[in-house]
């Protein structure tokens, strides 16, 4: 299968699920997981018809920039971003949806209010609870808002979350319903800084379930680039 064959699946996939779930299926955007392909590769997904690219490193990220990978999608930035980076970043892409600490908060701020600019960001969520994973804990999400209505910089577009790895179609069901129902909260409650909730949740194995809780953006990765390999491991 060519990377276009699979994104037209993909995209056939996803209003799939969304009809099932009473949704239309123009609120869901497809990301395209770019990490490990190169230039080429995201060119044709781009063609293809993905809305955006999600990048996962900083070296990455810069060296497609500058071979103009990316021309005719938004670039949006979906890995663990550290702080001494975000430079390369900020301004850069229209959207973070990996912001997992208050301190990258913070740098992010900082950073735009630098460049003059208003950084698009999400806050990830570590939903499972798993010591291997960054991202705020759901608890501690209401006074992560209230810090963040305080920083200039930036506006909150949503919350992302990378579920545990699963075995079963279904075994992360509880956990999108979990990030729905964070999402619903912070609706309900009127933060500054925060704009309409996006959730960026589903990847290659689970994204149809992902829809049906309520994402509005699935990263997918190796549906429609393959398997990444790991053993050679260049960009
Ligand atoms: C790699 C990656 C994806 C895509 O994963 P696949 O299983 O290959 O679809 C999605 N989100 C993030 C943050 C990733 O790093």
């Known amino acids: 299968m060519s990377i276009t064959e699979n994104v037209i699946r993909i995209r056939a996939e996803i209003e799939k699920a969304a009809l099932a779930a009473g949704r239309d299926p123009k609120e869901i955007r497809l990301c395209a997981a770019t990490k490990m392909n190169d230039a080429a590769a995201v060119r044709e997904a781009i063609a293809a018809g993905v809305d955006c690219c999600g990048e996962n490193r900083v070296q990455e990220l810069t060296q497609k920039l500058s071979q103009n990978a990316y021309a005719g ?17 900020v ?27 208003c950084q698009d960001i999400l806050l990830e969520i570590n939903i499972g609870n798993e010591d291997s994973k960054s991202g705020f804990s759901p608890e501690e999400l209401p006074e992560v808002l209230e810090e963040a209505s305080h920083l200039s910089g930036i506006f909150i577009r949503g919350l992302m979350a990378i579920p545990p790895i699963c075995q079963n179609s279904g075994d992360n069901n509880k956990f999108f319903q979990k990030m729905y129902q964070l999402s619903v909260d912070i609706r309900t409650k009127k933060y500054d800084n925060v704009c309409s909730i996006a959730l960026s949740m589903g990847m290659s194995t689970d994204y149809r379930e992902a829809i049906l809780y309520g994402s509005t953006m699935v ?8 398997a990444r390999n790991y053993a050679t491991s260049k960009p």
């Open 219 to 226: 990263r997918i990765g190796t549906d429609i680039f393959g």
């Open 73 to 89: 999608a938004e670039i949006h930035f979906i890995g663990h971003l550290q702080t001494n980076k975000v430079r390369q970043v």
């Open 91 to 117: 301004g850069k892409v229209s959207l973070i949806h990996s912001i997992d600490s208050l301190r990258l908060l913070e740098a992010v701020s900082k950073e735009a209010t630098r460049q003059g600019i």
